[in-house]
T-cell receptor, first 113, second 110 residues
Framework: ETGVTQTPRHLVMGMTNKKSLKCEQHLGHNAMYWYKQSAKKPLELMFVYNFKEQTENNSVPSRFSPECPNSSHLFLHLHTLQPEDSALYLCASSQEGGNYGYTFGSGTRLTVV | GIQVEQSPPDLILQEGANSTLRCNFSDSVNNLQWFHQNPWGQLINLFYIPSGTKQNGRLSATTVATERYSLLYISSSQTTDSGVYFC????????????FGTGTRLLVSP
C-alpha cells in the first residue's frame, strides 16, 4: 500500500457515540496533519504532529482528541459530537525540508445525527 | 493571520479551452502549493511552487513571490480537470502548516 490511507471512508454516528478515524502514511514522512473541510468553507487545520509530538492545536474543541503513536499512524478520536461537526476530515503527511508538498488521504466523510 | 484569495470562484469551460486561475496572498510566504480536489473529495498535490515557474503536462504554475500572487494555467482542458482547485500557503519555515484559499470550482463540459 502506498501514499496516505484513511479509514473509514464514510461514518455516521449519533451525538452520544464514540468513534475513531484512522490515518496511515507509507511515505516515510515525519509530519502528519488533520484538516476539516466543511461545506462552503476553506480547509481548516486542526492538528499538526511532527516526530510524533503535537505542535499545533488550532483551537479545536476537546470532543476531538488526536493520537499519534508513531510517525506513520494518526488517529482522531471523536466523542459527543454535534451535528455541525459533520464534514470531510482529511489527513495529510509531509517531510520537513522536502519540496514535494503535502500528500492527502481520501478523507472520511462524517455525518453526525 | 495570512489571507489567501482565489479567483475566479467558479469557472465553466468548454473542453479544449485554456484557463488561468489566480491566487493572491497577503504576506510573504516560504511555501505555496496548488491542489486539485476531485468530485470524490480526493486532494491531489499539483505543484510545490514558492517561487518561479513549473510545468507538468497541460498544467503549469507561476509564483511571483515579490508581488504575492501565483497563477495556475490549464491548457486544452478535459472533463477530468473538473473539480476544485486550491491554493495553499505558509509563512514560516519548518513544518508545513498550510493556510488554504476558498478555491476555484471548475466545470469542464464536453
Amino acid at each position: 500500500e502506498t501514499g496516505v490511507t484513511q479509514t473509514p471512508r464514510h461514518l455516521v454516528m449519533g451525538m452520544t457515540n464514540k468513534k475513531s478515524l484512522k490515518c496511515e502514511q507509507h511515505l516515510g514522512h515525519n509530519a502528519m496533519y488533520w484538516y476539516k473541510q466543511s461545506a462552503k468553507k476553506p480547509l481548516e487545520l486542526m492538528f499538526v504532529y511532527n516526530f510524533k509530538e503535537q505542535t499545533e492545536n488550532n483551537s479545536v474543541p476537546s470532543r476531538f482528541s488526536p493520537e499519534c503513536p508513531n510517525s506513520s499512524h494518526l488517529f482522531l478520536h471523536l466523542h459527543t459530537l454535534q451535528p455541525e461537526d459533520s464534514a470531510l476530515y482529511l489527513c495529510a503527511s509531509s517531510q520537513e525540508g522536502g519540496n514535494y508538498g503535502y500528500t492527502f488521504g481520501s478523507g472520511t466523510r462524517l455525518t453526525v445525527v | 493571520g495570512i489571507q489567501v484569495e482565489q479567483s475566479p470562484p467558479d469557472l465553466i469551460l468548454q473542453e479544449g479551452a485554456n484557463s488561468t486561475l489566480r491566487c493572491n496572498f497577503s504576506d510573504s510566504v516560504n511555501n505555496l502549493q496548488w491542489f486539485h480536489q476531485n468530485p470524490w473529495g480526493q486532494l491531489i498535490n499539483l505543484f510545490y511552487i514558492p517561487s518561479g515557474t513549473k510545468q507538468n503536462g497541460r498544467l503549469s504554475a507561476t509564483t511571483v513571490a515579490t508581488e504575492r500572487y501565483s497563477l495556475l494555467y490549464i491548457s486544452s482542458s478535459q472533463t477530468t480537470d473538473s473539480g476544485v482547485y486550491f491554493c495553499a500557503v505558509e509563512r514560516d519555515t519548518g513544518f508545513q502548516k498550510l493556510v488554504f484559499g476558498t478555491g476555484t470550482r471548475l466545470l469542464v463540459s464536453p
